[in-house]
Structure formats: C-alpha cells, structure tokens
C-alpha cells in the first residue's frame, strides 16, 4: 500500500513563499503521473500541478508562473514550490499518484496566507 505524507505547510503573509514536499513509501514518482491538488474551506478539492512520468508538467491557470512542481527520484519526494502566494491560495494542499487506476493520497497540509 503506498503511503503519501505531505509536508510543510503552514501561516505566510501574501506575496511570500513556500514549498510542500510529499514523501512517497515507494519510488514511484519516477514510474508514475503525480500531482498536487487542493481544497478551500467550503469549496471542492482542485488540480493545482501534475508532472508525468516522463516529467511533463501541467499546471491550473490560477497557478501558472507562480508554482513549479518537482520530484527527487532518489528521495521519492514530490515538491510544489509556491511563490507570490495569495489569500486565495488559502487550502487544504494533498499529493497524489494514479497507479494502475488507483488513486493515492495523502492526508494534506495546510496552507495558510494571510496578513
């Protein structure tokens, strides 16, 4: 069973910057599609960032040019850099993997901005 934990989230002001990281149990990030997704109080869990096995990135427009996904293989860790954040980047941020169909999640960390 693969095991995701997400990792450093936490309170920034707007305009600031933070990275997550997601370690993975197995290394899988190099064999499979991997993303980061969110969820605002109240609001429905959205794609934020996907890379590809092949490293491929797509990116949520709200997003585009702010964050950047990557991955260390030989860490078995996903990262979602996050830059010129906002309030309304406010959520609740999970990694993921599809394997074979499955999807797989971690239990999220939250991300805060605010003044």
């Known amino acids: 069973q693969v095991q995701l934990v997400e990792s450093g989230g936490g309170l920034v002001q707007p305009g600031g910057s933070l990275t997550l990281a997601c370690a993975a149990s197995?290394?899988?990030?190099?064999?499979?599609?991997c993303g980061w997704y969110r969820q605002a109080p109240g609001k429905q869990r959205e794609f934020v960032a996907l890379?590809?096995?092949?490293?491929?990135?797509n990116y949520a427009d709200s997003v585009k040019g702010r964050f950047t996904i990557s991955r260390d293989n030989a860490k078995n860790t996903l990262y979602l850099q996050m830059n010129s954040l906002k309030p309304e980047d406010t959520a609740v941020y999970y990694c993921?993997?599809?394997?074979?169909?499955?999807?797989?999640w971690g239990k999220g960390t939250l991300v805060t901005i605010s003044s």
């Open positions: 197995e290394r899988i990030f190099r064999f499979y599609a």
């Open positions: 890379m590809s096995s092949g490293g491929n990135t």
């Open positions: 993921n993997v599809a394997i074979l169909g499955t999807n797989y």
